[in-house]
């Protein structure tokens, strides 16, 4: 396959999918290439990114679901309302939270067909340019080359993993094994209390599991108001996370029996906690590393970050933008994508 764009849109997440519509819909031919290694029920990777296969949107599914169990099993009595003894399907719930993601992520299928983005199923990375334009190889599914005068870049992130915790995703998790328990974990461990770690252990926790979080840093929620932080700490405290604040985390151990978290609490004493399942949730890092920029003379900094000053301004590339993760992690999805359309417009 060979074939010739206006506009190339590197990532199907909300920023590269409504970026790839916005485009379209201005008269643009616009093409949009997504790789991620989720298949889709035809065996496609499926569209949305992070947001809608990994992230806010399985994650506010599985909240919904842990916030009605909570609901009916503690709070109701306050109304005078009696229930019996309530117990929850896990493998319903996420059965439920699958359901709402192949719903939105075919739902962007369907947009891409009524706007005429293409859609292009594969990992997208440079191979040069030319007076014609940006050359893009395509691997997978629609393998070929592309050639596209302006190219957005939209490859999100993915989760970061530190070097002495190796992650499985079945005992040890990052968002994606997360948002996947197959049975309650009864002990769960969280290393990471920024939003994603509190999100997720707070989502178990309502529906059964005992939860520690261990978190490097001092201050809860440094990045927020410290008002806000501090209310949060409350809820989520009251909630029955156990929350340890400027711990070091030494290692990790998981076998059979479960995994073994050793750390240094704030004073500097060493304590294990014993779980039976561990998420890592450390932050994020940009997906540019596949993306082979230096064909096109674009270098990231030393995170992999594209600097986007130096890149808007780069004399030999013309509009190209490019979008949440590659530039710095956001943790809002949906602003952010609306302002850069703006500036594609
Ligand atoms: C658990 C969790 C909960 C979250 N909750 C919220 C929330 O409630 N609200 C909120 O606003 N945000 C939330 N976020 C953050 C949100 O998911 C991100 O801000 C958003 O997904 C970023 O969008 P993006 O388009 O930049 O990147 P992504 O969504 O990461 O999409 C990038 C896409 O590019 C593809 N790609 C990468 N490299 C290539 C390549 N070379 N070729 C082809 N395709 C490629 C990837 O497969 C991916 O599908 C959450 C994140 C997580 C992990």
């Known amino acids: 396959m060979s074939q010739v764009f206006d506009v190339l849109v590197i990532g199907a997440g909300p920023g590269g999918y409504i970026a790839a519509i916005r485009a379209a819909q201005l008269g643009f031919k616009v093409a949009c290439a997504e790789s991620n290694p989720h298949a889709d029920p035809k065996g496609e990777p499926r569209l949305g990114g992070t947001c809608l296969n990994v992230g806010c949107i399985p994650s506010k599914a599985l909240l919904a679901s842990s916030e009605e169990f909570e609901k009916i ?133 309502r529906v059964g599991s005992q939860v520690t979080v261990l978190e490097a840093l001092p201050s809860f929620l440094g990045a927020c108001d410290e008002g806000i932080a501090k209310e949060a700490k409350k809820i989520f405290t009251k909630q029955g996370l156990d929350i340890h604040m400027g711990v070091k985390i030494d290692g990790v151990k998981a076998d059979k029996k479960g995994v073994v978290v050793s750390y240094q609490d704030s004073t500097g004493k060493p304590q294990k906690l014993e779980c039976d399942r561990l998420i890592v949730s450390v932050g994020r890092v940009p997906n540019t590393e596949g993306l082979n920029l230096e064909a096109i003379s674009v270098k990231t900094d030393e995170r992999g970050f594209i600097p986007s000053i130096r890149c808007l301004w780069h004399s030999s590339i013309s509009i190209m933008f490019e979008l949440f993760h590659c530039i710095y992690y956001v943790s809002s999805a949906m602003p952010r994508s609306y302002n850069r359309i703006v500036t594609f417009a």
């Open 73 to 205: 099993g503690h709070h109701v009595a306050d109304h005078g309302i009696q229930v019996g003894s309530v117990s929850i399907d896990i493998k319903k719930m996420l059965a439920r939270k699958d359901e709402i993601v192949n719903k939105m992520t075919g739902g962007i299928s369907f947009l891409f067909r009524k706007n005429k983005v293409t859609s292009i199923k594969g990992h997208a990375s440079f191979v040069g340019k030319t007076a014609d334009g940006y050359q893009i190889q395509i691997t997978g599914k629609d393998a070929g080359t592309i050639t596209a005068k302006n190219v957005i870049i939209a490859t999100g992130s993915k989760a970061r993993h530190l070097p002495n915790i190796p992650v499985d995703n079945v005992l040890v998790c990052d968002n994606e094994g997360a948002l996947k328990f197959d049975s309650l974990p009864k002990r769960l461990g969280v290393i990471g209390a920024g939003v994603i770690g509190l999100e997720l252990g707070s989502v178990w926790r």
